[in-house]
């Protein structure tokens, strides 16, 4: 046969698919068809077992570079579906490092049983991520991911979290906007912990509905606190996830903490990444969901990612935030200063109000002014900071 790259192979009933010994690149998954798996000693085929539709084999010198170690044919007309050893080594460079020393673990014990030679090398390749780790550097990371794993789940239940708050001023009216709740860990021996650091474990292991309905709660809380000392409405941004929009119970916590709290939904404003937005149909009911029940809805970090225009045309969002990416270089950089007029006239067009993050020079700021946005959020008005020292901007009136 020809040994072109192919992804779908037909063989007759008969033919060998291949032998023990051979070197292999590939495992294969029955479309049609059946197959015998079989080994040879000494000149005699001694059949291990018949595999149909469905099944799959020849998988071990895909996931670890070794020699067959058993011989198959096709008992009748076959048509395979081909899987290459680099489709699996790019899934697995790019999962949790706990996942890729389990993977290790298993291959070792399982190549020592079958007393199959193995070329480790090449699973350290596999599993290494593309960065150069060893198996070592991956135990080390993956042993680090489950102390730190164990210790978000300690620090829900001592609550070791905090909210700061990060103003978001008007810049028509140059009066406080909102807040935007961000979550930090102030760690008993680790110190603070790096949002970075944890936010991307607790989001692969579901811990951020735990951790998010913790801060839905206390923003919300702390709003019914702030809006008695301020002289006019503002509104409090929360960060919500892919994980925690899947959670069935999320709208009945949320009103339930609205009901308990006192706050109007219409200052709560949900911020979803438009990561989310290709979940498609179940983006569009829960944005939906989120309106029927009065809350607002911003999309974050718009342009950044999987960004579509149809999305602004099929979701029922109420702001764009135009991320600091953007904002960072307008000033100097042409083509930035293009991009966010678009933006924001874009959103103008639609009836979306516009949020510029990343303010942090007086000329940023003027731009935002020029181009008639409508929010703005950066160290320029303040950085985020815990809810004593935040509420000083309350009834401020800032630099526009």
């Known amino acids: ?11 007759a009933s ?18 049609t068809g059946r197959v015998e798996v079989f080994v040879v000693d000494r000149e005699v085929e001694t059949p291990i077992t018949t595999l149909g539709p469905g099944e799959i084999f020849g998988e071990m010198a895909v996931i ?5 170690s058993a011989s198959v044919r096709a008992l009748e007309d076959a048509k395979l579906t081909v899987v290459y050893r680099e489709q699996l080594y790019s899934r697995i460079r790019e999962s949790d490092a706990i996942v890729r020393l389990l993977i290790s673990v298993l291959l070792k014990r399982m190549r020592s049983s079958l007393a199959v030679e193995s070329d480790f090398n090449s699973l350290d390749l596999l599993l290494s991520s593309g960065s150069g780790e060893n198996l070592q550097e991956i135990q080390q990371k993956a042993v680090e991911n489950l102390r730190l794993e ?55 292991t579901s811990l951020i509905v735990p951790i998010g309905l913790w801060v839905m709660r206390q923003a919300c809380e702390d709003l019914a606190k702030i809006q008695k000392e301020c002289d006019h409405e503002i509104f409090m941004s929360i960060n919500i996830s892919g994980r925690q929009m899947m959670v069935s119970s999320f ?71 135009i991320d600091q990416a953007f904002i960072r270089k307008v000033t100097e950089d042409h083509k930035s200063r293009v991009l966010v007029e678009v933006l924001a006239l874009m959103a103008r067009g639609l009836k979306l109000s516009t949020i510029a993050e990343g303010i942090e020079e007086k000329d940023q700021l003027q731009i935002c002014q020029e181009l008639n946005i409508d929010y703005i959020q950066g160290y320029f008005y303040g950085k985020p900071e815990p809810y004593e020292d935040a509420i000083r901007h309350l009834n401020a009136d800032f630099e526009r």
Request: charged share 30%; net charge negative; aromatic share 10%.
């Open 1 to 11: 046969m020809s040994q072109e790259r192919l992804f779908s192979k037909t063989y």
């Open 14 to 31: 008969g033919d060998i698919v291949f032998s023990q010994g051979d070197e292999g690149d590939c495992a294969y998954i029955i479309e």
């Open 64 to 68: 670890d570079v070794g020699k067959r």
């Open 150 to 204: 164990r210790d978000i789940m300690e620090a829900i239940e001592a609550e070791h979290f905090v909210l700061n708050y990060q103003p978001i001023v008007n810049l028509h009216t140059g009066k406080l906007g909102g807040y935007e709740a961000l979550v930090r860990w102030n760690h008993p021996t680790r110190g603070r912990v790096r949002p970075d650091m944890f936010l991307g474990l607790a989001e692969e």
């Open 251 to 321: 709208f009945d916590d949320l009103m339930g903490i609205v009901k308990d709290t006192g706050v109007k939904p219409q200052n709560v404003k949900l911020e979803i990444t438009e990561r989310i937005l290709v979940e498609g149909s179940l983006a569009v009911d829960w944005i939906n969901r989120c309106r029927e029940l009065g809350f607002l809805v911003a999309l974050d970090d718009f342009g950044t990612g999987y960004s579509s225009l149809s999305y602004l045309s099929e979701f029922d969002i109420d702001n764009l935030k």
